[in-house]
């Protein structure tokens, strides 16, 4: 019997998870079945327990996988461009090509939302997500406060956390309406990012005064 290596196993693993995703993302988690994978994989069901013990593994590593394609995409769209603006630009259309286009990728992540609250390991591979986003989004910004191309008063975190919300934000609305131009979607971010590249200085008082209202509330 010929030996199997590592790269074959690797390889079917992949197989089942694209299976996996797609079925996921047209059935939803409460209906699809893991013969529903099978079938879609073309693989045998002994194939797809061979590496999966059930279908909430199955869907943990779907919504997993996802996840790190889009931080992938993100930082390999942002790594060679130079200033805030070509940067933020590059990330907003991330954010609106992942609720655009790649259906079944965003009816995943929607899927997640609904099932997290029934699964604390799902529930913490999207924390994850949403924290290692807004790292990255705050580090993006921190670089440009440094390199002098935002004001000074800018809410790095603040900021990060808002544009992730953005991302996801740009999922849901796509759910809502059963789709969203591309156009549409651009033009609206980009005018989130021309008021924040050329924000005028009457702005830092009114978040100011946000912050300490904000500070002075009961907990």
């Given at each position: 019997?010929?030996?199997?290596?590592v790269?074959?196993?690797?390889a079917?693993?992949?197989?089942i998870?694209?299976a996996?995703?797609?079925?996921f993302?047209d059935?939803?988690y409460q209906?699809?079945t893991?013969?529903?994978?099978?079938?879609?994989?073309?693989l045998?069901?002994?194939?797809?327990?061979t590496?999966?013990?059930?279908?909430?593994?199955?869907?943990?590593v779907?919504?997993?996988?996802e996840?790190?394609?889009q931080?992938?995409?993100?930082?390999?769209r942002?790594?060679?461009l130079?200033?805030?603006?070509?940067?933020?630009?590059?990330?907003?259309?991330?954010?609106?090509?992942?609720?655009v286009?790649?259906v079944n990728?965003?009816s995943?992540?929607?899927?997640?939302w609904?099932?997290a609250?029934?699964?604390?390991?799902?529930?913490?591979v999207?924390?994850d997500r949403?924290?290692?986003?807004?790292?990255f989004s705050?580090?993006?910004?921190?670089?440009a406060?440094?390199?002098g191309?935002?004001?000074?008063?800018?809410d790095?975190?603040?900021?990060?956390?808002a544009?992730?919300?953005l991302?996801?934000?740009?999922?849901?609305?796509?759910l809502?309406?059963?789709?969203v131009?591309?156009?549409?979607?651009?033009r609206?971010?980009?005018?989130?990012?021309?008021?924040?590249?050329?924000?005028?200085?009457?702005?830092?008082?009114a978040?100011a005064d946000?912050r300490?209202?904000?500070?002075?509330?009961p907990?």
């Amino acid at each position: 019997m010929p030996r199997v290596t590592v790269a074959h196993e690797q390889a079917v693993r992949q197989r089942i998870v694209d299976a996996a995703i797609d079925v996921f993302g047209d059935m939803g988690y409460q209906r699809a079945t893991v013969q529903d994978v099978v079938r879609a994989s073309g693989l045998s069901v002994g194939a797809v327990y061979t590496y999966f013990k059930n279908k909430e593994e199955l869907f943990l590593v779907a919504c997993a996988c996802e996840v790190d394609r889009q931080k992938a995409d993100l930082r390999l769209r942002m790594a060679e461009l130079g200033p805030v603006t070509d940067r933020l630009r590059a990330a907003i259309d991330f954010a609106v090509g992942s609720a655009v286009l790649g259906v079944n990728e965003r009816s995943v992540r929607a899927h997640a939302w609904m099932v997290a609250d029934e699964s604390p390991d799902l529930r913490q591979v999207l924390r994850d997500r949403r924290t290692e986003m807004v790292a990255f989004s705050r580090f993006v910004l921190q670089e440009a406060l440094v390199r002098g191309e935002l004001p000074a008063w800018i809410d790095a975190d603040g900021i990060a956390t808002a544009f992730v919300t953005l991302i996801d934000g740009f999922v849901v609305r796509a759910l809502e309406e059963g789709t969203v131009s591309e156009e549409d979607a651009r033009r609206e971010a980009y005018a989130l990012l021309e008021l924040l590249v050329g924000a005028p200085t009457a702005i830092p008082f009114a978040v100011a005064d946000l912050r300490a209202r904000s500070a002075a509330r009961p907990a």
